[in-house]
Antibody
Framework: EVQVVQSGAEVKKPGESLKISCKAS????????IGWVRQMPGKGLEWMGV????????RYSPSFQGQVTISADKSITTAYLQWTSLKASDTAMYYC??????????????WGQGTLLTVSS | QSALAQPASVSGSPGQSITISCTGT?????????VSWYQQHPGKAPRLMIY???NRPSGVSDRFSGSKSGTTASLTISGLQAEDEADYYC??????????FGGGTMLTVL
């Protein structure tokens, strides 16, 4: 059974750095893309980007390119989403999810529970 | 790139069928058979209901079906049930190899 477990809620100040995690299990970690999705309070879903842990191939939405870094550590089957300097506008729920291998486009079947990030002075 | 266009809300009575539309452009829906639909209940993570226009992941009821024509995709829910009340988001692969979502549709079961 595929399971995706994210790190807990965070409260940070503007300008601080942060790395949140997404641990996947129940399948061969190297073989599925993992994506990150943002949901701002009361708003819709936004695709941030994906990583293929097998070779660290990473793709970003133009909206998030340069704003965040997506990475993965195969040894502990965990993906990460990282900021170097947080802004209040980064306040949101962040989800990670695994892509269905062999399907077209980006299709996220197994989701984490979400990590709520609050950035406030 | 602008979000795909969805109606803000739809409603239906138990047992009825409803359809949610999702309008894109030649740069997304019109270019690939890669449209997905997600259901999201309040406070919960999204759930994939349809992918690649018509495919259902394991465990998704066959009351949910998808279709596409030109630059518009549709999600149909037949035999509406109270538990279907949720937000629904469409998504499409784009010519930039990204995923773009719709703004979301709130489904109310009357």
């Amino acid at each position: 059974e595929v399971q995706v477990v994210q790190s807990g809620a965070e409260v940070k100040k503007p300008g601080e750095s942060l790395k949140i995690s997404c641990k996947a299990s129940g399948y061969t970690f190297n073989t599925r893309w993992i994506g990150w999705v943002r949901q701002m309070p009361g708003k819709g879903l936004e695709w941030m980007g994906v990583i293929f842990p097998g070779d660290s191939d990473t793709r970003y939405s133009p909206s998030f390119q340069g704003q965040v870094t997506i990475s993965a550590d195969k040894s502990i089957t965990t993906a990460y989403l990282q900021w170097t300097s947080l802004k209040a506008s980064d306040t949101a729920m962040y989800y990670c999810a695994t892509h269905i291998p062999g399907s077209g486009g980006w299709n996220f079947e197994h989701w984490g529970q979400g990590t709520l990030l609050t950035v406030s002075s | 790139q602008s979000a795909l266009a969805q109606p803000a809300s739809v409603s239906g009575s138990p047992g009825q069928s409803i359809t949610i539309s999702c309008t894109g452009t030649s740069g997304d829906i019109g270019s690939y058979p890669y449209v997905s639909w997600y259901q999201q209940h309040p406070g919960k993570a999204p759930r994939l209901m349809i992918y690649d226009v018509t495919n259902r992941p394991s465990g998704v009821s066959d009351r949910f079906s998808g279709s596409k024509s030109g630059t518009t995709a549709s999600l149909t829910i037949s035999g509406l049930q109270a538990e279907d009340e949720a937000d629904y988001y469409c998504g499409s692969f784009t010519t930039s190899s990204t995923l773009i979502f719709g703004g979301g549709t709130m489904l109310t079961v009357l």
